[in-house]
T-cell receptor, first 114, second 110 residues
């Protein structure tokens, strides 16, 4: 039981390049989330998916796109990376709005855009 | 926009002492969460508080929730070095919109 996995763990991009961050969970959770964490700012929600086939914007969606490929997988795409997107990205999943309210986090992806 | 404020942002305390971290939020919320993060690591769930007056305890940590005051506290009893970490509170609004505080960096000094 791996929980929430993310790939890659580290990535360096040049400005304007694109990439996709992958996330998968094996807990059969309905909801999945993408966050970014910047120093001194806590975590901010980028996008979330309440169920397979649905996605919604969070607090800071600009510059990102997401795909809920199936119940297990939720990917985050940067179409044209900018230095302001240098951050640590966390994927999470939960069974909200059902009884298990816990959010389970992946190990994170450290992204640097030069 | 929902805001979540924690204080203090930085806390240095001696082993054996007690202290409280405060978490205020600006609008009604369904649930209040506390997480721990060690340097370079992911977030670990500590508590989920579901209703007004909820109190949960695990070891030297105790969390409480006052929804009328929109305030949660994380109380540390007789701190030990292993509790050194960053602690975040978070609220969820409308089911899936999570808002996090900026975190409290706790250092426990021998």
């Amino acid at each position: 039981n791996a929980g929430v996995t993310q790939t890659p763990k580290f990535q360096v991009l040049k400005t304007g390049q694109s990439m996709t961050l992958q996330c998968a969970q094996d807990m059969n959770h309905n909801s999945m989330y993408w966050y970014r964490q910047d120093p001194g700012m806590g975590l901010r929600l980028i996008y979330y998916s309440a169920s397979e086939g649905t996605t919604d914007k969070g607090e800071v969606p600009n510059g990102y796109n997401v795909s809920r490929l199936n119940k297990r997988e939720f990917s985050l795409r940067l179409e044209s990376a900018a230095p302001s997107q240098t951050s640590v990205y966390f994927c999470a999943s939960s069974q909200l709005p059902d009884s298990d309210y816990e959010q389970y986090f992946g190990p994170g992806t450290r992204l640097t855009v030069t | 926009e929902l805001k979540v404020e924690q204080n203090p942002l930085f806390l240095s305390m001696q082993e054996g002492k007690n202290y409280t971290i405060y978490c205020n939020y600006s609008t009604t919320s369904d649930r209040l969460y506390w997480y721990r993060q060690d340097p370079g690591k992911s977030l670990e769930s500590l508590f989920v508080l579901l209703s007004n007056g909820a109190v949960k305890q695990e070891g030297r940590l105790m969390a409480s929730l006052d929804t009328k005051a929109r305030l949660s506290t994380l109380h540390i009893t007789a701190a030990v070095h292993d509790l050194s970490a960053t602690y975040f509170c978070a609220v969820d609004h409308a089911g899936n919109q999570f808002y996090f505080g900026t975190g409290t960096s706790l250092t426990v000094i021998p």
